[in-house]
């Protein structure tokens, strides 16, 4: 079948308890929360994830667990990047990707490959498995850029490279992948306060951090922006605009966590060098929720 996954799907965040050890039943609570608010698919193990600081063991944990709690009800997406390719490549063919309907794979961080090597990465990736593959450029935490160019010869060299979540900002570089992209491959926004222009000028939906929180308006947001009622897609996301500026001013997933916590699912515990968030900043996102009855 065709790949489509369009819509709002969600990064979703790691509940810790407060020994830093996985919280199963916190984890499940966010999943029915978010689903409950019509979003489309979930994404584990992205960066929202705090996968950086999640061990290869508890990275199968969190997937076995994300699709115990998602029960079918929607798709799963797999985060599954890294930036030694032989070493992603054992970790694709050692974890259970029963119950997973494609992959994000960020690109490779800190090493600074050329657009050559990226091309060369995601050939390796994409030879490696038979699921679907969304591509991830993310350059403020990647320190590279995959260009349009290179994405585009992605899109056409490889069946199962499907999508790209583009979180580079640079509208020129992203409206050159949507205007020339092959026919199905698909454009995700990878920054939320970007996603209504994003979706725009053409993009098919968007993978999100606030949609933790708010699901329900944020999806609908979307959905809005995607039948083009850009008056009714508007009005949501300047609603939402001062919390998803709040949610990223102590870094990602700090944020989301305290509206989590405020929201009573969560505990507001992340492993280091991740904090949690001031009380100024818990205080502020608490206060929003409430006057803008959210």
């Known amino acids: 079948m065709p790949f489509n996954l369009t819509g709002t799907g ?3 965040i790691t ?3 407060a020994d830093k050890s996985i919280d199963h039943a916190a984890l499940h609570q966010v999943l029915d929360f978010i689903i409950a608010g019509g979003v489309e698919y979930v994404v584990a193990l992205g960066t929202t994830g705090e996968t950086p600081v999640l061990s290869k063991s508890d990275r199968m944990e969190v997937l076995a667990s994300v699709i115990e709690g998602v029960a079918g009800r929607v798709p799963v997406v797999l985060g599954m990047g890294g930036n030694d390719t032989h070493e992603l490549l054992d970790h694709m063919s050692s974890f259970n990707m029963a119950g997973v309907h494609a992959l994000l794979s960020v690109t490779p961080y800190y090493n600074k490959p050329s657009q050559a090597g990226l091309y060369a990465h995601y050939k390796a990736v994409s030879e490696h498995t038979d699921l679907p593959i969304i591509l991830y450029n993310v350059p403020p935490r990647t320190a ?3 260009s349009a160019d290179t994405t585009l010869r992605l899109a056409a060299d490889f069946k199962n490279i499907v999508g790209i979540k583009e979180a580079s900002g640079d509208f020129g570089q992203i409206m050159q992948i949507l205007n020339e992209r092959p026919t199905g491959f698909q454009v ?5 306060l970007l996603t209504l222009p994003m979706l725009a000028a053409g993009a098919d939906g968007v993978i999100s951090v606030i949609a933790n929180g708010c699901p329900a308006e944020f999806s609908q947001m979307t959905r809005h922006a995607l039948a083009g009622d850009y008056a009714a897609a508007r009005t949501l996301h ?9 949610i990223f001013a102590e870094g990602n997933p700090t944020g ?3 509206l989590l ?8 515990e992340l492993r280091l060098p991740m904090v949690s968030a001031s009380a100024a900043l818990n205080e502020k996102i608490a206060s929003y929720l409430k006057t803008a009855g959210l």
Do not use: T
């Open 10 to 12: 969600v990064a979703v």
């Open 15 to 17: 509940p810790f308890k």
């Open 144 to 146: 590279c850029n995959l």
């Open 188 to 192: 995700y926004s990878g920054d939320d």
């Open 238 to 246: 300047y609603r939402l605009l001062p919390l998803m500026q709040m």
């Open 256 to 258: 989301i966590k305290a």
């Open 261 to 268: 916590h405020a929201r009573g699912l969560v505990q507001n």
